[in-house]
């Protein structure tokens, strides 16, 4: 066994005991934090694939962006977690099913007697002058522009959506509508009343 090779099993071993702690995990901040775990082992993992710009967004855009704000999401929630387990029981034949098959896939694909990983060569030695960033915005742009475009697209209607579904209308909110404020006369709001002057009388 090589260096690389005693490296990628190491990474791949916390990457796979980090992503069962997320789904085992009844502390929502401990399941967060684990799959913060996740991405940093899948970024080295990235790098051992000589993708320094995958594995340098990957941290700096899940680990840095997102997770902080579900760890802020999570921590400011008031999350009741017995009610949470309630439903456990009853979803644990499905899961552990739907588990089971991802398994078999798993050792299917992954297995070298089917796949043939055994004989697939490393990645070759790159020249000096090669830039990740600029090999993978030419592919992206040229080869894969439209199914860039349509998961783009398919990321902006999901995005709507969730903003469609959460802001709904509530009975007890006061609602205030532009075009009457706007339409709205002075001589309709103010009302001028015009008062003699009296003076006091001195005692």
Not at 8 to 17: N, P, R
Not at 63 to 82: E, H, K, Q
Not at 170 to 186: F, G, H, L, T
Request: charged share 15%; net charge positive.
């Amino acid at each position: 066994m090589t260096f690389s090779e005693f490296v990628f099993y190491f990474f791949a071993a916390i990457l796979v005991l980090s992503a069962l702690g997320v789904i085992t995990s009844r502390n929502p901040v401990h399941a967060a934090l684990l799959l913060v775990l996740a991405f940093c082992t899948s970024a080295a993992i990235w790098m051992l694939l000589q993708a320094e710009f995958l594995a340098i967004t990957l941290v700096l855009v899940y680990v840095g962006a997102v997770m902080v704000l579900f760890l802020f999401v999570v921590m400011m929630l008031d999350i009741n977690m017995a009610r949470l387990r309630e439903g456990f029981w009853s979803y644990l034949p499905l899961g552990g099913l739907v588990a089971a098959l991802l398994v078999a896939e798993m050792v299917i694909v992954l297995g070298g007697r089917y796949a043939g990983f055994h004989d697939m060569p490393g990645p070759p030695p790159l020249p000096a002058g090669y830039s990740n960033t600029k090999e993978l915005g030419r592919l992206v742009y040229t080869e894969y522009v439209y199914p860039f475009e349509i998961a783009a697209v398919i990321l902006l209607v999901a995005i709507v959506s969730a903003i469609a579904l959460t802001l709904r209308r509530r009975k007890e909110s006061k609602y205030i509508d532009p075009a009457r404020q706007v339409a709205a006369r002075a001589s309709e709001r103010v009302r001028i009343v015009k008062m003699p002057v009296e003076k006091k009388e001195q005692e």
